[in-house]
């Protein structure tokens, strides 16, 4: 609900700013949505889900066909180079790599560092001292000489 109501005044927002965009420019933007979206899945593919090369891949895959498109105008004699619809090419890949950002699983690396490891790590220390009791007391070998293939003959 956090994301939904700013999400909708945004739209809002956008639908009054669309009649002040030219039309090339609105191309542009979806041209650089699109090929975002091609570079980030290419990305993220690549680089096993990576969230900081996703990203990278969307602006790189917009910024790359924007340059190439300003390349093939500049060679024509009416239009030529323009860095607004380049702008606007990067800008398209820019929000794409934001929605990404936005809308995909977060790395759960960062919350199971939390006060969950420290109990689970404390249970797993309490677990391994506890079989070793249970072997000492049965005259088995500790269990980091099992770990290291040593057979209780040894120490008989």
């Known amino acids: 609900m956090r994301t939904l109501i700013p999400t909708l005044v945004l739209f809002m927002l956008a639908s009054y700013c669309h009649g002040q965009v030219e039309r090339d420019k609105a191309l542009h933007f979806l041209g650089g949505n699109l090929f975002g ?7 993220k593919q690549m680089s096993d889900g990576n969230r900081l090369w996703t990203f990278v891949g969307s602006v790189a895959g917009s910024t790359l066909i924007g340059v ?3 390349a093939v105008d500049s060679g024509q004699r009416d239009n030529g180079w323009d860095n607004d619809d ?3 090419t990067v800008l398209g890949g820019v929000t794409v790599g934001v929605t990404i950002e936005l ?6 690396k960062k919350r199971l560092r939390g006060s969950y490891t420290k109990r689970q790590t404390k ?3 309490i677990d391994q001292y506890e079989e070793y009791t249970v072997l000492k007391l049965n005259g ?3 269990p980091s000489l099992i770990s290291l293939g040593l057979s209780p003959q040894i120490f008989q």
Not at 37 to 43: Q, R, T, Y
């Open 140 to 142: 088995d070998q500790p």
């Open 68 to 70: 190439a498109k300003e």
């Open 37 to 43: 979206l091609a570079g980030a899945g290419i990305a």
């Open 123 to 125: 249970r797993n220390k």
């Open 103 to 108: 809308f995909s699983k977060k790395n759960n």
């Open 86 to 88: 380049l702008a606007a």
